[in-house]
């Protein structure tokens, strides 16, 4: 397998959370968004990616995009670890995480969105990062209390094995923390992600160690 990626993406930075706990070797083939104009926008990727998005995931012949989609291609051709709990309620909930960040939190400080910020509507850097800080520190304010109050939580999002609420959340909080959310405001996220980095699937993943970091 083959994954377009970009060092601090964090859908890409997803996964490589999914790729590894699924024990799955991989080419890191990187994307870089910012250098020449990005990267992304080359012909070339172009004809893989129409969207000029990371990542990509490229298996034999297939090529998946949309980085929930590919962890789910990965969950159901490789079954073990499972990333998804055996019941339909707890599957829910999962998702229901997932989406909340891939959703709601994560395309409000997508780069593209902070260049149009920044290029079309005249803000600052201090003006785009107070923005990032407001739509994370929204996003996780409700998070923090479902987590808190869910008895399904365990040392993880959903129960004590990592699951694709965990693989969704850790790439969020590295967010959060670069650009200056006081994760101290959510002490539960910040438990499950301060567990996941004991996990050496998650630590790998990160963005400082991939080939591509700068």
């Excluded at 991989?26 to 910012?34: A, F, G, Q």
């Excluded at 000029?52 to 073990?80: M, R």
């Excluded at 094995?161 to 967010?175: G, S, Y």
Aim: proline fraction near 7%.
């Amino acid at each position: 397998m083959k994954l377009y990626s970009y060092f601090r993406s964090s859908a890409s930075y997803r996964v490589r959370i999914a790729l590894n706990l699924k024990g799955l070797a991989y080419e890191y083939l990187p994307v870089h968004l910012v250098r020449d104009g990005g990267e992304q926008h080359a012909p070339a990727y172009r004809s893989l990616a129409p969207e000029g998005l990371v990542p990509v995931l490229a298996d034999g012949d297939l090529a998946v995009h949309q980085s929930l989609a590919i962890i789910e291609y990965l969950d159901e051709t490789h079954p073990q670890p499972p990333l998804l709990p055996p019941d339909a309620a707890g599957r829910a909930a999962v998702r229901a995480i997932a989406l909340d960040i891939a959703c709601d939190i994560h395309p409000l400080g997508n780069t593209r969105v902070l260049k149009c910020l920044a290029t079309n509507c005249g803000q600052d850097k201090e003006g785009t990062d107070a923005w990032i800080r407001h739509w994370i520190g929204t996003g996780f304010g409700a998070l923090e209390t479902r987590l808190a109050q869910d008895p399904a939580r365990g040392a993880f999002c959903h129960g004590d094995a990592p699951t694709l609420a965990d693989i969704m959340l850790v790439p969020q909080v590295f967010n959060a923390r670069r650009f200056g959310v006081d994760m101290s405001r959510f002490p539960t996220i910040a438990a499950v992600d301060a567990r996941c980095a004991e996990l050496a699937a998650f630590a790998d993943a990160a963005p400082a160690q991939q080939p591509d970091a700068e």
